[in-house]
Structure formats: structure tokens, C-alpha cells
């Protein structure tokens, strides 16, 4: 692509393993003529599907990126019909930094469909968008509740228009095995990574896997072993794909469902993720360190549902999230 200004280091279409990085480039006031780089791996034999893999699109979101690292170190050729790329961290500074956004600012996953004379992170949006996506058949894109936000560990999608896409996107994400599914909608912006893949017809399989600042060993089995049996549902990795009938998805397409704080406060969490609850019933309240003298105030359920995720920064400022909730549905009522 000759007016990306990413270059690779790794033939795309080549067969075999390969590592290298994209070199995205910038320019900083103690190195003029500057690189950011970020490791890819590419690891290809015969014909079969082609799988992106993707972690640290926001870079306080770890269990990705250790996934995806544990991948890209240790498959090799002969376990693979077709190709897995994977990146196991796309916002590489944010990471280190231990934060969500880019140390500009910038939202990697509000960056789509991205462009060539923008800022970094819109450059590597666009090289996702026109060389990456492209190429895919399956795009993995792994997130978690981060530092701010304790989710269900759940792979989740969005309920595309598309039939056979919405069919196949449901059969990867239930393929993670996780205890929990979830159907999600977008309340805060637009520019997402999912979208542009799905925008271009792909199945695009999405997690939250866990969060609130600490990934347990757990999570960490949960993102791996999932990881692998979405690659082997793919058709991409060898062995047994494993199916359960246990699972619950959890339906999130009602914006009710999505409580953010009306002040600023202190939050005190009422419920944990995976709790029933009941329309009216008390969630959680925020408390007001500058005045002992008032009641906190009470976060309520405007809806009943499943607790699917909760603040886990109690430091809250006003407009903040503090709660999703969700509904059980059925997985027929989703094809
Ligand atoms: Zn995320």
C-alpha cells in the first residue's frame, strides 16, 4: 500500500511463520525522526480461513495482549490450515503507560475507518482498514473492563444486519466458551474497530474479559483456552473445537441498560457482576466526601436484569459509567 505511511516488516501473503512489526512513525521533542513500533506475527500453511487477532486496542486491557503473546510465541505452521496474523498489542505506549487512551489522547478504538494524513493512531487505523481487514476472514478483537470497568468475562457481539454474518459471528462468540455471552451496543461514539470489520462483511468475534485493574489467573485461562477454540471453530487451528449448552447471553441492545452517574461522588457498589436484579432495586450509591452532612444518593435498576459490569474506579465524576445491566435471551431469538 503505497500511501500508507506504516511500513511491515512481514510478507502478508507469505506462507510460514514470520515476526516482525509495523513502524508507525512520529515525531517527539527528544527524537526528531521517530518510530513507534508494533510487533506482528504471521503464521501460515495451506489454504484455509484467514484469522486476525487482535489485543490492546486499549491498553489498560492485559488479558488480550498476554493471550495473544502466549499465541504468537507458540504456534507454529504445521497447527495452522491457512493463516493467523496476530497483534497481540495494537496501542503499544497506552500499554506501557498503563491507560486506556494514547498518551495524545487518542481513543485507538474510536480511530476507524482511520486515514493517512491524520494523527498515529489514525494512520494505523487505516493501514487495519485497508491492508489487515481486507485479507481476514475472522477478525478477533480482545477487550476487557480495563482499570475503570469489572465486566462478566464474556466474549459479546453486535447484532449485525447481515443474517449468515450474524449466524457466524454468534456461533465465534459462543465458541469462547465462556460462562457469559453478550449483545452489545455502542453509547459512547463511533469510530470503532469492530464496526469497519464488520462494515466489510467480516466475522468479527469481541470480548470484555474481565477488568477493574487486575487480571486473576482465571481470566487469564478463560482468555487463552477461548482464544484457541475460536482459531479451531475457524478452521484455522488444529484439534477439537469444545461446545457447552450452559452458557448464558445476556442481551444489552436496550440503552436503558446503561447507567451513568447523574453527579459526582464516590461510588459504593451494591451488587457484584453476575447478579440478578429487580426493577427499583438499590445498585449502588454515590457518596459526597465534601458534605457528611447528605445522604448519598441511590443508583437504582431502571430495568431488571443481570449486572453485566460495574464501576471499579470509586472515584466517579459526573456522566461516568456505573452499571450495565442485561437481559437472558435465548440464542434463537438472535438468528
Ligand atoms: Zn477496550
Not at 15 to 44: C, D, F, H
Request: aromatic content about 6%; proline content about 6%.
Amino acid at each position: 500500500m503505497s500511501d500508507s505511511p506504516i511500513s511491515c516488516t512481514v510478507d502478508l501473503d507469505a506462507q510460514g511463520r514470520q515476526l516482525g512489526r509495523l513502524r508507525v512513525p512520529r515525531s517527539t521533542n527528544t527524537a526528531g525522526w521517530a518510530s513507534v513500533y508494533v510487533p506482528i506475527v504471521t503464521v501460515a500453511s495451506g489454504s484455509g480461513p484467514t484469522v486476525l487477532v487482535l489485543g490492546g486496542s486499549h491498553g489498560d486491557e492485559y488479558e488480550g495482549q498476554v493471550a495473544a503473546l502466549n499465541l504468537a510465541r507458540e504456534l507454529a505452521p504445521e497447527q495452522v490450515s491457512g493463516r493467523v496474523t496476530i497483534i497481540p498489542c495494537l496501542s503499544m505506549e497506552a500499554s506501557a503507560a498503563g491507560t486506556r487512551l494514547w498518551p495524545s489522547g487518542a481513543n485507538f478504538n474510536r480511530s476507524f475507518p482511520g486515514s493517512t494524513d491524520g494523527p498515529a493512531n489514525e494512520q494505523l487505523a487505516d493501514f487495519l482498514t485497508r491492508e489487515l481487514f481486507p485479507r481476514a476472514d475472522v477478525v478477533i478483537d480482545m477487550h476487557s473492563g480495563g482499570r475503570s470497568t469489572l465486566f462478566l468475562p464474556c466474549s459479546h457481539m453486535h447484532v449485525v444486519e447481515n443474517a449468515g454474518q450474524r449466524r457466524q459471528m454468534l456461533e465465534g462468540m459462543l465458541a469462547w466458551n465462556t460462562d457469559w455471552h453478550y449483545l452489545y451496543i455502542d453509547v459512547a461514539g463511533t469510530g470503532l474497530l469492530p464496526v469497519e470489520a464488520e462494515r466489510q462483511g467480516k466475522v468479527v468475534v469481541t470480548t470484555e474479559l474481565g477488568g477493574g485493574g487486575h487480571v486473576t489467573a482465571a481470566t487469564h485461562r478463560i482468555s487463552q483456552d477461548g482464544l484457541a477454540n475460536v482459531l479451531r471453530w475457524a478452521g484455522a487451528l488444529e484439534g477439537e473445537v469444545e461446545t457447552r449448552d450452559d452458557a448464558v447471553i445476556l442481551d444489552g441492545r436496550d440503552p436503558a441498560n446503561y447507567l451513568f452517574a447523574q453527579e459526582s461522588g464516590v461510588f459504593e457498589a451494591l451488587v457484584d457482576p453476575g447478579e440478578p436484579v429487580t426493577a427499583g432495586q438499590p445498585l449502588g450509591r454515590l457518596h459526597f466526601l465534601e458534605r457528611p452532612d447528605r445522604e448519598p444518593e441511590t443508583i437504582e435498576a431502571p430495568l431488571a436484569g443481570v449486572v453485566a459490569g460495574i464501576r471499579a474506579i470509586s472515584t466517579t465524576a459526573q456522566g461516568d459509567s456505573v452499571i450495565v445491566l442485561a437481559q437472558p435471551i435465548e440464542a434463537d431469538a438472535i438468528v
